[in-house]
């Protein structure tokens, strides 16, 4: 069975950065999709980065586009995000989420069947 394990989330000032991490287990044969979605209170999940494990592509939302880089890192089974210049909007429940990689062109989240239970980042002004 799948497992995703999200930390790295706190609060910090407007301009500041964070490192987040997904520590993933039960991966089976084929390649899989990760992501990292976003919700904010009062606002639907949005995609924020996803990779293919094992592809160099990555793919990013145009509000994260030059400030977040998603890393995987496969000794450690970990996919990373890393945050910079963050703002105040950016504020909000991360995830990690997984998916066979056939279905990874898409930031609709009923597409992933697999989810890690969140790491909240707040950025305050």
């Known amino acids: 069975q799948i497992r995703l394990v999200e930390s790295g989330g706190g609060s910090v000032q407007d301009g500041g950065w964070l490192r987040l991490s997904c520590r993933a287990s039960?991966?089976?044969?084929?390649?899989?999709?990760m992501a990292w979605f976003r919700q904010a209170i009062g606002k639907e999940r949005e995609g924020v980065a996803r990779?293919?494990?094992?592809?160099?592509?990555?793919t990013y939302a145009d509000s994260v586009k030059g400030r977040f880089i998603i890393t995987p890192e496969s000794a450690r089974n970990t996919l990373w995000l890393h945050m910079h210049s963050l703002r105040p909007d950016d504020s909000a429940m991360y995830y990690c989420?997984?998916?066979?990689?056939?279905?990874?062109?898409?930031?609709?989240?009923?597409?992933?069947?697999?989810w890690g239970q969140g790491t909240e980042v707040t950025v305050s002004s």
């Open positions: 989420a997984a998916v066979r990689a056939e279905v990874c062109d898409t930031f609709v989240p009923a597409a992933y069947p697999f």
């Open positions: 039960g991966f089976t044969g084929g390649r899989y999709c």
């Open positions: 990779l293919v494990l094992g592809l160099p592509t990555k």
